[in-house]
């Protein structure tokens, strides 16, 4: 017999996943992304003719973008030229070592119940020492890799 706590919680979970996934989307030709950053972030924008340009945001017009080029100052870029507008992501090392050490605690504990599933006491001792194995190399790992990965976040990409 199926459990309705079960069912219902892999529901909610799915729902926030998909909400999840809607939210981080970005629909091509809307300017709502570009529009939420504050004055002097820095981001990149991609002519259509291929060029990169490293600046930063200075604001928003509903045809066209202001930045301000190091150097050469503040100049608007049409939107009509500009392929897609990026900028780098803020993120916490500290949420991937959380990640890492709650998957690696899972592992540990998994592996001790696989390895002792007849023997409730001995399981009980090794949960001990798997679990803050599992959970410290999963912390380690989760760190360096959220520290390893730089990524940009797409805000406005042309239609």
């Known amino acids: 017999m199926r459990n309705p ?45 291929g060029a990169r340009l490293p600046v930063y945001f200075e604001g928003l017009d509903a045809e066209a973008v202001r930045i301000r080029v190091p150097g050469e100052g503040e100049r608007q870029i049409p939107k009509i030229e500009i392929q897609q507008i990026t900028a780098g992501k803020k993120d916490s090392n500290w949420n991937g070592a959380a990640i890492g050490a709650g998957v690696g605690l899972a592992a540990g504990l998994i592996i001790s119940a696989v390895q002792y599933s007849d023997d409730q006491e001995s399981r009980a001792i090794v949960n001990l020492v798997y679990a803050p194995i599992g959970a410290v190399s999963g912390l380690v790992a989760g760190y360096v890799a959220d520290r390893l990965h730089e990524e940009e976040d797409l805000l406005y990409a042309a239609p």
């Open 5 to 49: 706590g079960t069912s219902r919680l892999t529901l909610l979970a799915c729902l926030l996943f998909g909400v999840a996934i809607v939210q981080a989307a970005v629909v091509p030709g809307r300017w709502e992304k570009v529009a939420s950053l504050e004055r002097g972030t820095p981001v990149s924008v991609v002519l259509k003719s």
